[in-house]
């Protein structure tokens, strides 16, 4: 017997009368409850499908609405005194508790929304969605068979997958379901550590060890050497080229060699696989090449070879793509760029592990990233613990064994899984090569602008960066003489300020709501030196790099016109960071 949401318990009234109270607490929560059985008027189908109309109210209309949820787009949290807050005396419905749910949604950014173009966060994919919601509901546990039972396969054909597109046996490597990219890196580092330092497992790490990585490496490299405990001091950073932005190697070949005459163990060299901002990608097979050339004194394991390629692994889809027939008829100004970035990151085929975040460039909700390694005997048997006795092992896959986590929700493998499904080969081409044309598109409007110039044109990522100037200058040349000539470091930085500015002011507008030519302004970002001035190399200048405005055109609703809609933004709120420069520079002469 259960009860609809609107209706009181009906059994034996007088058995609900005489009960005591906490038993009819208990009645009313079975409104509150999914139901176990089929065909119930169930609170939790309610419940989604009430939840879900109300935040479908939050959204803006069709047309020029803005790119947050609701209609207010101002922070309202009282940061104050929210802490000051009591667990109630009374019981709650589950349906006054979804309300206020719904209001924590206001003025919350619009993923999907085509003017929201401010990082590679894109919308996810309803399947990927909707798999994370139905492992909410019967909440299998991957930790073990157990628990996870016949849902273990998504982790396991992950996996697969996704080693053979890193051309690996699939049967011998393996991968397992984590906290994010950072959670990737550090489990790259724990496997490292426990290779190189055989005894840090049970005596903890006593050694200084290194991990080398590039100038241009994700700043998660100091949550997890700091967590590891092998502290943040045992990174080495290695330049980068100037013009690529990837790992210099004759740099790392220097390194490797005094670490050698040293005798200090490395423990891993980390590949990043495209960056944010400048879309680098190391050489990993040069890389591998001098890693074996300079193996660890032999009281130590062999290093580790880890990719980061948290942003950059999907562009493994272009595998077997026909760049010569370009079957799904991408613009020749598109297809060579689609070969170079899937050529660049094939070279994890010559890692021992890679990271893949798919709530990046897999259009998937959070947290599903996963971590894929080569070698799966040599990774689980490293970092396995004896079985616990309260647990049985009731299937061949008992991850429990060997994994940072205890408790792992099927949520991250359900999305990464369903998404892979999803997808397929021309999807993810699709998705991708998509962006690129948008970039193209992007590129042609901003060089129509004088004052304009996109600052990576020569780099085929997701990001557009661009520089705006007063009106009149000519911005390439402009842009070049700053890039180049230490004569113009003043101008630089004074345009740098500028660009901080215009990239305060579109916050701004973004978040209250302003207009331009009766459209909402978009959510873009802006970076505060994504690189350095070519004659600032060894960054010994800290200002000498260069701002930019960043758009990320990768949703799948973005149009020209929202493109070039944005650019008109950008004008705008140049033209008034520029009068109000003017105004300030009037009052204090
Ligand atoms: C985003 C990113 C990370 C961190 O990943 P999270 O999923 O945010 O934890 C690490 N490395 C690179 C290259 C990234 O782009």
Known sequence: MSYTPEEQPTIEDTAYLIAPQWAKFRLDMLRSFPSPYKNERDSLADGIEDAIRQLDQLKPEKNGGPAYLGTNPALTIDFEDIKD???SPKMNTSTEVIRQVIKLFEGLPNWGHPLTMCNVNPQGN?????A?????????????????WNTHQAELESGGILANLAGWEPKKS??????GGSGCWTYHLKYALTRVLPDSRKKGIRTEAKVICSQQAHYTMLNSTDWMGLGMDNIIRIKTDVNTNAMDTQ???????DCRDKEIPVASIVCTMATTDVNAFDP???????????PNPEEYGKVLLYCDSVIGWSWI??????????????SDAVLPYLEKNYNAVKGIFYADAFGVDFHKTGFSPYISSVFVYKNAEEFESLLSREVQAYLQPRSPYNPMNYTLEVSRAATGSMVGWATLKFFGHEGFQSVLGGILENK???QSQIAKKLEMVCVNSSDYGLVTLLRIYPAGVDAPSQFDLELTNPDFREELIKHNKLTHAIGDKLFEWFRSGKKINGQHTPYLSFSTGFRMAEYNRDLKDAKAVIYAIKMFPMNVYITPEVMSHALNCIIAARDEVVLSIDKQSVLTV
Request: glycine share 4%; net charge negative.
């Open 251 to 257: 740099h790392l070949e220097e390194v490797l060699r």
């Open 132 to 148: 994370a919601v139905l492992s909410e509901i019967f909440a299998p546990n991957i930790l073990e068979g157990e628990y996870a």
């Open 317 to 330: 889809a272009f595998k077997n793509y026909d760049f010569k027939a370009n079957p799904l008829g991408f």
């Open 440 to 442: 193209v598109y992007l």
């Open 284 to 294: 990993v097979q040069e890389v591998r090449r001098l890693l074996d050339n300079y």
């Open 85 to 87: 807050s009591y667990l």
């Open 174 to 179: 393996g991968c397992v379901y984590t906290y």
């Open 126 to 130: 309803t399947a990927a969605i909707v």
